[in-house]
C-alpha cells in the first residue's frame, strides 16, 4: 500500500516556465516557486505539479528535450538573485538594447525561448566572469561553496560539466561527431579536455550551483506554504545528452524509441531516442536509472513518471528500417523489469505517480496497482470502454489509489474539449449522479461551456475517489490555451504563459475568485 493512501489533496499543473513574476525576464523561474505556492495555499492546494526542469538541446522549446537527465536549465535562473550580477550593478548593467530585449519579453503574450535564453545567457556569462576573477582565483569562501557543491555532486556534474565543455569546444557538434578521443572517452583524452578546457569546466558547475542554491530556497519557500513540489521524470534523454555520451554501453543507438500503432496513430511514433539495453542496465544494478530516482527525489516531493509502460517494455524501431520490435519480448520479463524500476523509483522516498494513459495492457495496470503506485483518472478519457455506449466511470467511483485530473499538458483544455464533445458525451456526463448532486438534478445537457459547466466538471473531480486531484491551471480559469499538442513541432508548443504576473494574483479580481472557488472546493471535500 502507498505510504500516501487516505491523504486527500489537489495541485494544480503550471509549467515553471508559464509563471513569471513582475521580476522574471520573460519566462518563469526559480524566484516564482515562492509566489506560485502562496498562491496555492490561499486556494487550499497543497500541490504544484510541474513540468521537467532538465536543461532542454539547443534550439528546442520541450521540456522533454534534454541533454541532462540531471541538471538544470539555467533558463530557470532568476538573474536578479546571483550575487555577481548584483555585485556588476544588476539589471543597470544591461545595454540599451538588451533593456529592449527585456522588456520585451516580458511584454510578450508567450513565452519566447530563443530571445530569453539569449539575454540570460549573456548575463549569466558575465556574472560567471566576475565570479572567476574574483571568486574562484582568490580561493574566496564563496568559491569553497562551490567546490562543497562540486564534491557532494561529483556523481552527475563532472560528467555533465565536461561534456558542455567539450560540446563546446567542437563548435556544438554532437558527440557522435567528436574526434575518436572524445568520443569513445578514452581516458587520456578526457584528462587532457579537463586540464586544457578547465575554466569551461568551472563555467557549467558553477551555473548548476546557482540552481541548486535557488531551487533548495525555492523548496523551503514551498514547504512553508504547505505545498509540495512535485516534478516530471521523462522516459527518456536525447542521444546527444551528456547521460547517453557518458553510459553509452547502456543504450542502442542503432535502435530508436516511440510508440506501435493505436487508434490515434496508425504508424505509431517514432521519437527518435535510443533505445535502452536493459540486459547491460541490469548487469549494473540499473546504476543510472537510481542515479535519475536519486536526482529526482533530491529536487522533488514526488515526481510524475513519464511513459510507464515504456519501463516494462519499450517499444523498438531499427534505424535501418527493420522490423519493430518490445523489449523485453515476454511478459513475464515484462512484468519483472517494470517492478523492478519502480522499486528503484520509489527507494529514495519521492512519492510516485504513473503516467499511464494511452494503450496500456491490462497487466501493467494490474501491476502498478499491487505496487501501490497510482495512475491517472482523467475524466474525459474514464469510460466503460467495453460497455454498450461506452459510459462515462462517475468520478467518485474512482479508486483512491489514483491521480484525477481535467486534463494533462498534452490534451486540449477543459473548454475546447466539452465544445467538441458529441451531443450523447454531453448527455452522459450530465447524468452522472455527481453532476446531477453538484447541478440540484439540473445537469448540463445542451449547455455551451461557461462558467457554470466549468465549476460542475472541477466539483466533481474534487468529489472524486481518488486521493490526489491534479488540474491544469488553464482548466480551473476555464482558458482555451493549450501548453502543447503532440505530434507537432510548432513555435507555440511550450510558450503558454499566465496572463497576469504570478506575484501579482492576489490583485486581480478573477484570480481572487478562482481561489476562493478552489479553496472551498477543497474544504468541502476534505481535500485540506
Request: glycine share 8%.
Amino acid at each position: 500500500m502507498s505510504p500516501h493512501a487516505g491523504l486527500r489533496r489537489s495541485g494544480l499543473l503550471i509549467p515553471l516556465f508559464s509563471g513569471p513574476s513582475v521580476r522574471s525576464w520573460g519566462i518563469g523561474d526559480i524566484g516564482d516557486v515562492a509566489p506560485l505556492t502562496k498562491w496555492l495555499a490561499g486556494a487550499g492546494q497543497r500541490v504544484l505539479q510541474l513540468l521537467p526542469l532538465n536543461e532542454m538541446a539547443p534550439g528546442e522549446q520541450s521540456p522533454y528535450s534534454a541533454i541532462s537527465a540531471m541538471a538544470i536549465d539555467p533558463i530557470f535562473i532568476q538573474v536578479s538573485d546571483v550575487e555577481e550580477w548584483i555585485a556588476l550593478g544588476g539589471n543597470e548593467a544591461l545595454s540599451p538594447a538588451d533593456r529592449d530585449i527585456l522588456a520585451h519579453v516580458r511584454a510578450a503574450p508567450g513565452i519566447e525561448h530563443a530571445a530569453v535564453r539569449g539575454l540570460k545567457g549573456a548575463a549569466l556569462s558575465a556574472a560567471f566572469d566576475r565570479f572567476y576573477e574574483h571568486e574562484w582565483r582568490r580561493n574566496s569562501e564563496r568559491a569553497g561553496d562551490l567546490k562543497a557543491f562540486v564534491s557532494a555532486e561529483t556523481w552527475w556534474v563532472d560528467d555533465y560539466a565536461l561534456f558542455c565543455a567539450i560540446r563546446a569546444h567542437e563548435a556544438g557538434r554532437p558527440w557522435p561527431e567528436w574526434p575518436a578521443g572524445f568520443r569513445l572517452r578514452d581516458p587520456e583524452a578526457l584528462s587532457r579536455a579537463r586540464s586544457e578546457l578547465r575554466r569551461d569546466l568551472v563555467r557549467y558547475q558553477y551555473l548548476q550551483w546557482i540552481a541548486h542554491t535557488q531551487w533548495q530556497t525555492a523548496r523551503a519557500d514551498a514547504r512553508a506554504n504547505g505545498v509540495q513540489l512535485f516534478g516530471d521524470l521523462p522516459f527518456m534523454v536525447n542521444a546527444d545528452s551528456a547521460d547517453v555520451w557518458s553510459h553509452q554501453q547502456c543504450f542502442r543507438l542503432d535502435v530508436s524509441v516511440g510508440a506501435p500503432p493505436d487508434a490515434f496513430s496508425e504508424a505509431g511514433q517514432d521519437w527518435g531516442m535510443p533505445l535502452y539495453d536493459w540486459a547491460v542496465l541490469a548487469s549494473n544494478n540499473f546504476q543510472w536509472l537510481r542515479d535519475r530516482g536519486r536526482r529526482n527525489a533530491d529536487l522533488y516531493d514526488g515526481y510524475r513518471v513519464d511513459h510507464l509502460v515504456g519501463f516494462y517494455r519499450t517499444y523498438g524501431r531499427p534505424r535501418d528500417g527493420g522490423e519493430p520490435f518490445f523489449t523485453p519480448a515476454l511478459e513475464a520479463e515484462q512484468v519483472a523489469l517494470g517492478e523492478r524500476v519502480l522499486d528503484i523509483f520509489k527507494e529514495p522516498g519521492a512519492q510516485i505517480i504513473a503516467e499511464d494513459l494511452g494503450i496500456v495492457p491490462d497487466f501493467v495496470r494490474a501491476s502498478t496497482a499491487a505496487q501501490g503506485v497510482p495512475g491517472f483518472c482523467v475524466f474525459r478519457w474514464e469510460r466503460r470502454w467495453h460497455e454498450p455506449g461506452q459510459p462515462f466511470r462517475d468520478p467518485e467511483e474512482y479508486r483512491a489509489n489514483s491521480v484525477a485530473a481535467s486534463g494533462t499538458h498534452d490534451t486540449e483544455a477543459l473548454i475546447a474539449w466539452w465544445a467538441e464533445a458529441p451531443d450523447a458525451d454531453r448527455e452522459q456526463v450530465s447524468a452522472l449522479p455527481a453532476i446531477q448532486r453538484i447541478t440540484g438534478g439540473i445537469g448540463l445537457r445542451g449547455r455551451p461551456f461557461n462558467p457554470s459547466v466549468r465549476d460542475a466538471l472541477l466539483e466533481a473531480l474534487f468529489a472524486s475517489g481518488s486521493d490526489l486531484l491534479l488540474m491544469p491551471v488553464q482548466d480551473v480559469f476555464g482558458w482555451p490555451d493549450r501548453i502543447n499538442e503532440p505530434g507537432t513541432v510548432t513555435p507555440e508548443n511550450w510558450t503558454f504563459r499566465l496572463p497576469w504576473p504570478c506575484d501579482r494574483m492576489a490583485d486581480i479580481l478573477e484570480a481572487r475568485a478562482c481561489q476562493a472557488r478552489l479553496r472551498a472546493w477543497a474544504a468541502q471535500y476534505r481535500r485540506l
